[in-house]
């Protein structure tokens, strides 16, 4: 059966710090995977989806960035982070092909003081 | 672009039934439904693939009619563990590629 990992569960950093956060996918191949942000009470802001190693599509703009060094393990990044930047961070996969039903991992917890 | 989700919340008793509209501008491919429970990671409930196609997860179905573009949630006989943000995911197709988008959820409050 296929798991996701995503870690740390929680973090707290200073504002201007960098950050990385880590996903990996178990039993699967070549599977879609996507890194999304939620903010207290809010919806689902996906962030960057990925198709394959070193494949990166951002949806949205601004100072995160995403890799995809393995098959199945997904980065999420930043040199500098900001106040709003502090949120629940969820990464998930999907199988490549037919309908994208979405799995998601246990989340990060990120607040930036 | 993003579904729209109706209502945005709603507060049940124990028992009552509520019912939770997703309804989207494009042709829909199919629809996906979320829960996520506060605190904890979204986790897939159901996926409609065809027009008109009804399923099942607990006491909760869910339709999808095409024409309308759009899918209804329905939440029977609410129990404290249905409690809860609910999310639809629509899947529309065009000359670009397949689309994913969530819509903006729907808070389910269910009290004893």
């Known amino acids: 059966s296929q798991t996701i990992h995503q870690w740390p569960a929680t973090l707290v950093q200073p504002v201007g710090s960098p950050l990385s956060l880590e996903c990996t996918v178990e039993?699967?191949?070549?599977?879609?995977l996507y890194w999304y942000r939620q903010a207290a009470g809010r919806g689902l802001q996906l962030l960057f989806y990925s198709v394959g190693i070193g494949q990166i599509s951002s949806e949205v703009p601004q100072n995160l960035s995403a890799s995809r060094p393995q098959d199945r393990q997904f980065i999420l990044s930043s040199k500098k982070l900001l106040l709003s930047d502090s949120g629940f961070y969820l990464c998930a996969w999907s199988v490549q092909q037919g309908v994208e039903t979405q799995y998601f991992g246990p989340g990060t917890r990120l607040l930036v003081l | 672009q993003q579904p729209v989700q109706s209502p945005q919340a709603v507060i049940l008793r124990e028992g009552e039934d509520a019912v939770i509209n997703c309804s989207s501008s494009?042709?829909?491919?199919?629809v996906h439904w979320y829960r996520q429970k506060h605190g904890e990671a979204p986790v897939f409930l159901m996926i409609l693939l065809k027009g008109g196609e009804q399923k099942g997860h607990e006491k909760i179905s869910a339709s999808f009619n095409e024409k309308k573009q759009q899918s209804s949630l329905y939440l029977t006989a609410s129990q404290l563990s249905y409690s809860g943000t609910y999310f639809c995911?629509?899947?529309?197709?065009?000359?670009?590629?397949?689309?994913?988008?969530f819509g903006p959820g729907t808070r389910l409050s269910v009290l004893p």
């Open positions: 039993g699967t191949s070549n599977p879609n």
């Open positions: 995911g629509t899947e529309t197709k065009d000359n670009y590629g397949q689309n994913f988008v």
């Open positions: 494009k042709a829909l491919y199919s």
